[in-house]
């Protein structure tokens, strides 16, 4: 039947069927499932590609997922692996850079138009918030508004796209997961189909 060792980023399970079985299963339910085949070596070992650049979940978000099987006594044994993919984190990575840039832009224009409302001194930012060569508090005070919303909005953002990259990098294995149980269920459903 089903042994299943869990180890972190490292699935592995040992199925009661010849490797070459095990094999044209996997590589089946895989393709069923949106994989693209990266590369193989039947029956010994298949790298695909799974979910989408926008995916925000563990199932969903683009990652290569590493399949090595090999014979045992009692039948096959698959080692799996999954692995975020490198554009997938650099977009993460890109947006939330961005954003922060955003945050610091932002919080900036919010002071100096404040120092300018204040002082009543030219700041670098005080162009804003002129009219016809004077201060305009009205037009400097809604643009201060609008810039502090930016930040707290953006400032969400990082916040819940890390959330998300934490997330999806924690539960990275749970496609693979899925993938195996359901290739042991078909099995065991033809299994008793049979009987």
Sequence with gaps: MLKSKWVPWLIKRNFSLEIDKV??????SLAEKGCKIISE????HILVKQGSLWGMSPTTAKKTVDVTLKAVDSGTQATCSSRLSSDWKNLTIVGCASAAVLVGLSLWMALDVTTFMLTGKPTFWSWVATVNGSLDFAVAQAFVNLTKALAIFLSVIIVLEIAVAVYAYVGIDRFAQRAFDALLNDKLTANAHKQ
């Design 23 to 28: 094999y044209a299963d996997l590589k089946a």
């Design 41 to 44: 070596d039947p029956p010994k």
